[in-house]
């Protein structure tokens, strides 16, 4: 049923799926520390970024790697929630990671950890500069990130710039990334058109946005997808943010969830 919309970004997940979902949103989980992103047209999975002291990147993957085959067993056709199923498993077992890289392919023996990802970091750059690195939109993004602004705040109060990293980050939970334009933006304005087809819906910046008048760089790559475009568009439409890097991955959309009471 949900194959006949045909629509690449509506998706059924058993319980399964959904727990292996939620738990990458959540911040802790046992796997490899890689960062992935599918090609919905392609179906190809590229790995875009690494959590701090990844095994993956230990053993040797490398972002814009690839992923073609799990323990031998071809990818080819299956869906992102199905292969990270497969490379999840719990720690100190191991799993073998085939990728393609620059046309040759290569084989890459991984050993899970039991990881807590940090999807957001951010330091004092340049004695004067705010640099802040979010990897994904997660649970509880806006808070650590309003934590670490208001650390940075403390040592450099007004800062010559703030440098916002999106490299790597496909996506996450959409009121996360509003919520950091917000930071930089005036009073009601326009953070996102959410168009249903038969009507649209705009949200506005319910803050006063308290660092709207700090001159702002957002960073992006090939792999900034989804709610990181959304933030980026959204502050070189609405505020005085330069966006610098290369082509974006070209999700503009979002997703709802709806849950049944069996999982």
């Avoid at 919309?5 to 058993?14: H, V």
């Avoid at 990147?57 to 869906?79: F, H, P, Q, R, W």
Wanted: hydrophobic fraction near 40%.
């Amino acid at each position: 049923m949900v194959q006949s919309l045909n629509d690449p970004y509506s998706k059924y997940f058993t319980s399964e799926d959904l727990d292996g979902f939620m738990v990458i949103l959540s911040g802790e989980y046992e796997g490899i520390g890689a960062y992935l992103l599918q090609d919905e047209e392609t179906g190809q999975v590229f790995i875009t970024e690494f959590v701090d002291g990844s095994p993956a990147k230990i053993a040797g993957l490398k972002i814009g790697d690839v992923i073609t085959a799990i323990d031998n067993t071809e990818i080819a056709n299956m869906t992102m929630d199905a292969i990270t199923n497969r490379i999840r498993g719990e720690e100190g077992t191991s799993v073998r990671i085939t990728i393609l890289r620059d046309g040759q392919s290569k084989t890459y023996e991984v050993t899970r950890e039991a990881l807590i990802i940090e999807t957001e970091s951010a330091k004092i750059i340049y004695g004067d500069s705010w640099y802040i690195d979010i990897n994904q939109f997660a649970n509880g993004t806006s808070e650590h990130l309003w934590d670490l602004i208001t650390t940075m705040e403390e040592e450099v109060a007004e800062p010559e710039s703030v440098i916002i990293d999106l490299r790597g980050n496909s996506g996450g939970y959409i009121n996360s990334a509003t919520f950091v334009a917000g930071l930089f933006l005036p009073h009601l304005t326009p953070l996102l058109q959410l168009d249903y087809g038969t009507f649209a819906e705009t949200l506005y910046n319910g803050d006063t946005g308290p660092y709207q008048n700090l001159k702002v760089f957002v960073l992006v790559d090939q792999f900034t997808a989804s709610a990181s475009e959304i933030l980026a568009a959204t502050l070189q439409e609405n505020g005085n943010a330069t966006v610098i890097g290369t082509r974006t991955f070209g999700k503009g959309t979002a997703q709802q969830m709806s849950q049944y009471w069996d999982g």
